[in-house]
């Protein structure tokens, strides 16, 4: 009886955990769908075409971009001779960059310091971002709802397991996008709610490491007795 109760508040806690998520989510993407002011992805995101002839003798840096929002980092150096594609491209810090494979799981991020001057294949495009339009705050927040995720999934062409998303219908769809003073008014407000909703998340997970040990204990006193 007493495992049971135990399990009934743990599941409860887990629905009220992806209610929180499910509105964080709505609360990002409203900001995009909704709204007056449109600009299409292409206005903002400007790719860059910085081409490299890899060279025998020379070392490179290459690059993974992770999958579920985890961003880059550093995949290996390798030296030119034992690189198979011969023509790739420079990325930059401070750029953002996709897979085209991957980016519908999320395999997208920023261009940090670690990977300036890196090599890209085609089928990791980067772009400068026109900061005039959307700050880098706000980019990161559009690329982390679930809104950008459908637009990576939208814009994917191709077989099953092989999709590919088509820069030229990804940078040609439009989203919600409020100006430069009002994107930082909206951040502030997002931040708060967020910040409370936060702190429901902590209790909550608070509450379920209590009840995972007071299963432990439950369990002991079955098997063993008091």
Known sequence: EKMKRIEEQNNTIDIMLSLLKIEKEKITDNIFINGSQRIRIGDF???????IQIDDNSLYTRVTVQMNNLGTKIRDREYG?????KEQFLIKEGQF???KID???GAFGMVT????GAIVTNDFPSYNIDTSKISIDFLL???SSTE??????VSSRGVTGRKRVKEDILLNIEIALPDIKEQ????????????IMDTRKDSLLIMKELLRIGREKALKEVLYGN
């Not at 995101?45 to 081409?51: N, Q, S, V």
């Not at 001779?81 to 594609?85: A, Q, S, V």
Request: hydrophobic content about 40%.
């Open 81 to 85: 001779i034992n690189i198979g594609t």
């Open 141 to 143: 927040l559009f690329t």
């Open 45 to 51: 995101l400007i790719k860059d075409y910085t081409k």
């Open 148 to 153: 950008f995720i459908r637009i990576c999934g």
């Open 97 to 99: 960059i996709l897979s």
């Open 103 to 105: 980016a519908r799981n």
């Open 113 to 116: 310091k670690e990977i300036d």
């Open 184 to 195: 930082e008014m909206t951040l502030k407000t997002i931040n708060q709610q967020f910040k």
